[in-house]
C-alpha cells in the first residue's frame, strides 16, 4: 500500500515530473492552465512515493477531442461553433466531468478541468477518472432553439467518445439540467435506446437526482461546517464574502447565512455590494432570480427594498478584510499580482482554480488557509456518482438521503485530508493531492510497474 512519507525517491519522482512536463509542453505558451495546475501536483510529489510509472501516466491526458459544431441559427444563417471533450485518466472508471459554454474556452482550460477531475474524484473516492468539455460560446447570445441545437450538435460530435461506461458529461458554467436533458435525449437517439446514465445533473423527471442542482453548495457548506471549529469560528462571529454569485455561490451564501453567519459582500460578473452589517442572502437571491441582477435589498412577500450598501468591484471584494473569502467564479482571481492584497484568514475555493499557483506561498506566507477546490468544491461530481448509480439501479434517493449520504463522505474525506497536512506538516491543497494521489498510484501501480516487470516471478 502506498505510504504517505517523504522520501529521496519521491523528491526526485516531483523533479521528473516537473522536466518531463516541461518538455510536454514546451510548444504551448508561458501561461498554459495545464502547466499552472501540475505546479500543485509538484509539491504533493515530494511527500509520498509513487512509481515512475505513474508519474509518466498522469503527465499526459489520455484523449482529448476538438470538433466542429455546426448550427443553423434563427435568421437562416450557418455559424460554427468549437467544442471539446477531454479524458485526462480513467484509471478508477469512467471518465467524469461537466460540460461549460462560455466565450473564453479552449482546449487548454478543458485539459487543466479534466486533470482537476481527475484528483477530485480520487480524493473523494469515486470510481471515476478525470474528465471535462466545454464549448467556445457566449450562450447568452442565443435563443433557447439555437441553445439546442447546438447542444445536440455537441453531443452528435461526441457520441462515439462518450457512455454510461465510457466517459460521463454533467453540468457546468452555463450549462444546466434543461441542457443535459437535451444531450441525454439525443445520444439516446443515437444510441436507439434510452441511456438515463449518459449524463449527470438532468431534470427529475428525465432521472436526475434529489440535491444534485445545490450539491456544489452544499458539499462546501459541510467542508466549512467541518473545518471552521477547528480555529475555534463560531458562525455569529464570521463574516464571509462571496465572489460570484451564481448557482454555486447564492445557494451557499444562503445556507451560510441561514447558518448564522455575516455574509457582508457578494457580486457576480458586473460587480458587487458590500455592507459591514451583512447582506439578507434570501432577499438578494429573490431580486437577482426576477430581475437578473445584484442589489442589496430586504424583502417581504414581494415587496423589496433598497437597503444602505456600498457598490464594490471584483478585485476590491477579494481584498476586504473579512474572516472568510468564497471564490466561486471562474479561474485565476487571486495571483500573485493581487495576492498580498487579500486580507481574508480562510479561503474556500469553490471556483475551478480561482488561486494561481504563483500565489500560493504569498498567502501561507501571510498565514491564509487554503482549502483547494478539489475538495471544497466535490460535492457536485459526489451526488453526480449518486445519481449515475440511481439511474443504473433504477432505485431513487429522497433529498434527505442524498444530503445525508453527501455530508458523511464529504465530512470523513476533509478529516483525512486535514489529517495527513497536520502529520506532514504541509498546507491542506498540498495535503488533499497526496490523498488523491495516494489512490491514484495505487490504482496505476496494479496494472503493473517497471519493478514487477523486472522482478523474477
Given at each position: 500500500m502506498?505510504?504517505?512519507?517523504?522520501?529521496a525517491?519521491?523528491?526526485?519522482?516531483a523533479?521528473?515530473?516537473?522536466s518531463q512536463?516541461?518538455?510536454?509542453?514546451?510548444?504551448k505558451?508561458?501561461?498554459?492552465?495545464?502547466t499552472?495546475?501540475?505546479k500543485?501536483?509538484?509539491?504533493?510529489?515530494?511527500?509520498?512515493?509513487?512509481?515512475?510509472?505513474?508519474?509518466e501516466?498522469?503527465?499526459?491526458?489520455k484523449?482529448?477531442?476538438?470538433?466542429?459544431?455546426?448550427?443553423?441559427?434563427?435568421?437562416g444563417?450557418?455559424?460554427?461553433?468549437?467544442?471539446?471533450?477531454v479524458?485526462?485518466?480513467?484509471?478508477?472508471?469512467?471518465g467524469?466531468?461537466g460540460?461549460r459554454?462560455?466565450?473564453?474556452?479552449?482546449?487548454?482550460?478543458?485539459?487543466?478541468?479534466?486533470?482537476?477531475?481527475?484528483f477530485?474524484?480520487?480524493?473523494l473516492?469515486?470510481p471515476?477518472?478525470g474528465a471535462?468539455?466545454?464549448?467556445?460560446?457566449?450562450?447568452k447570445?442565443?435563443?433557447k432553439?439555437?441553445?439546442?441545437?447546438?447542444s445536440?450538435?455537441?453531443?452528435d460530435a461526441?457520441a462515439d467518445?462518450?457512455?454510461?461506461?465510457?466517459d460521463?458529461?454533467?453540468?457546468?458554467?452555463y450549462?444546466n439540467?434543461?441542457i443535459?436533458?437535451?444531450?441525454?435525449?439525443?445520444?439516446?437517439?443515437?444510441?436507439?435506446?434510452?441511456?438515463?446514465?449518459?449524463?449527470?445533473?438532468?431534470?427529475?423527471?428525465?432521472?436526475g437526482?434529489?440535491?444534485?442542482?445545490?450539491?456544489?453548495?452544499?458539499?462546501?457548506?459541510?467542508?466549512?461546517?467541518a473545518?471552521?471549529?477547528k480555529?475555534s469560528?463560531?458562525?455569529?462571529?464570521?463574516t464571509?464574502?462571496?465572489?460570484?454569485f451564481?448557482?454555486?455561490?447564492?445557494?451557499?451564501?444562503?445556507?451560510l447565512?441561514?447558518a448564522?453567519?455575516k455574509?457582508?459582500?457578494?457580486?457576480?460578473?458586473k460587480?458587487?455590494?458590500?455592507?459591514?452589517?451583512?447582506?439578507?442572502i434570501?432577499s438578494i437571491?429573490?431580486?437577482?432570480?426576477s430581475s437578473?441582477?445584484?442589489?442589496a435589498?430586504y424583502?417581504?412577500?414581494?415587496?423589496c427594498?433598497?437597503?444602505?450598501?456600498?457598490?464594490i468591484?471584483?478585485?476590491e471584494?477579494?481584498?476586504l478584510?473579512?474572516d472568510?473569502?468564497?471564490?466561486a467564479?471562474?479561474?485565476?482571481?487571486i495571483?500573485?499580482e493581487?495576492?498580498?492584497?487579500?486580507k481574508?484568514?480562510f479561503i474556500y475555493?469553490?471556483?475551478?482554480?480561482?488561486?494561481?499557483?504563483?500565489?500560493?506561498?504569498?498567502l501561507?506566507?501571510?498565514?491564509?488557509?487554503?482549502?483547494?477546490?478539489i475538495?471544497?468544491?466535490?460535492?457536485?461530481?459526489?451526488?453526480?456518482?449518486?445519481?449515475?448509480?440511481q439511474n443504473?439501479?433504477?432505485?431513487?434517493?429522497?433529498?434527505e438521503?442524498?444530503?445525508?449520504?453527501?455530508?458523511?463522505r464529504?465530512?470523513?474525506?476533509?478529516e483525512?485530508?486535514?489529517?495527513?497536512?497536520?502529520?506532514?506538516?504541509?498546507?491542506?491543497?498540498t495535503a488533499?493531492?497526496?490523498?488523491?494521489?495516494?489512490?491514484?498510484?495505487?490504482?496505476?501501480?496494479?496494472?503493473?510497474?517497471?519493478?514487477y516487470?523486472n522482478?523474477?516471478?
Amino acid at each position: 500500500m502506498t505510504q504517505t512519507t517523504v522520501s529521496a525517491t519521491s523528491t526526485s519522482n516531483a523533479d521528473l515530473f516537473s522536466s518531463q512536463l516541461e518538455k510536454s509542453n514546451r510548444k504551448k505558451t508561458e501561461h498554459s492552465l495545464l502547466t499552472d495546475a501540475s505546479k500543485r501536483l509538484e509539491q504533493a510529489l515530494k511527500h509520498l512515493s509513487m512509481s515512475e510509472d505513474a508519474i509518466e501516466r498522469l503527465r499526459h491526458p489520455k484523449t482529448s477531442l476538438t470538433v466542429s459544431i455546426p448550427v443553423r441559427m434563427d435568421n437562416g444563417s450557418l455559424q460554427v461553433f468549437q467544442g471539446y471533450r477531454v479524458r485526462y485518466d480513467d484509471t478508477r472508471g469512467p471518465g467524469k466531468g461537466g460540460v461549460r459554454y462560455h466565450p473564453n474556452v479552449t482546449l487548454d482550460e478543458v485539459q487543466s478541468l479534466a486533470f482537476w477531475m481527475t484528483f477530485k474524484c480520487a480524493l473523494l473516492d469515486l470510481p471515476f477518472g478525470g474528465a471535462k468539455g466545454g464549448i467556445t460560446v457566449n450562450p447568452k447570445e442565443l435563443s433557447k432553439a439555437e441553445l439546442e441545437r447546438l447542444s445536440r450538435g455537441y453531443v452528435d460530435a461526441i457520441a462515439d467518445f462518450i457512455g454510461p461506461d465510457v466517459d460521463i458529461p454533467a453540468p457546468d458554467v452555463y450549462t444546466n439540467a434543461t441542457i443535459m436533458g437535451w444531450m441525454m435525449d439525443q445520444y439516446s437517439i443515437i444510441k436507439r435506446q434510452l441511456s438515463r446514465a449518459v449524463v449527470t445533473g438532468k431534470p427529475l423527471t428525465l432521472g436526475g437526482s434529489e440535491g444534485r442542482n445545490t450539491a456544489t453548495a452544499t458539499g462546501a457548506f459541510y467542508v466549512i461546517q467541518a473545518t471552521l471549529p477547528k480555529f475555534s469560528q463560531k458562525p455569529h462571529n464570521t463574516t464571509v464574502a462571496v465572489q460570484g454569485f451564481g448557482n454555486a455561490g447564492s445557494i451557499l451564501a444562503e445556507l451560510l447565512f441561514k447558518a448564522g453567519y455575516k455574509v457582508v459582500a457578494v457580486s457576480d460578473s458586473k460587480g458587487g455590494i458590500y455592507t459591514p452589517q451583512g447582506l439578507d442572502i434570501p432577499s438578494i437571491r429573490e431580486y437577482k432570480n426576477s430581475s437578473r441582477s445584484i442589489k442589496a435589498v430586504y424583502c417581504e412577500d414581494t415587496v423589496c427594498s433598497i437597503v444602505e450598501h456600498q457598490v464594490i468591484s471584483n478585485a476590491e471584494l477579494l481584498a476586504l478584510d473579512v474572516d472568510v473569502l468564497i471564490p466561486a467564479a471562474l479561474e485565476n482571481q487571486i495571483t500573485a499580482e493581487n495576492a498580498n492584497d487579500v486580507k481574508a484568514k480562510f479561503i474556500y475555493e469553490v471556483a475551478n482554480g480561482p488561486i494561481a499557483s504563483a500565489a500560493d506561498a504569498i498567502l501561507a506566507e501571510k498565514g491564509i488557509y487554503v482549502f483547494p477546490d478539489i475538495l471544497v468544491n466535490a460535492g457536485g461530481v459526489t451526488v453526480s456518482y449518486f445519481e449515475w448509480v440511481q439511474n443504473r439501479n433504477g432505485w431513487y434517493w429522497t433529498l434527505e438521503e442524498v444530503n445525508q449520504r453527501l455530508k458523511v463522505r464529504m465530512e470523513a474525506e476533509t478529516e483525512k485530508t486535514w489529517s495527513i497536512a497536520q502529520k506532514l506538516g504541509i498546507d491542506v491543497r498540498t495535503a488533499a493531492y497526496v490523498h488523491g494521489l495516494n489512490r491514484l498510484g495505487e490504482a496505476l501501480d496494479a496494472k503493473g510497474t517497471r519493478n514487477y516487470y523486472n522482478n523474477p516471478v
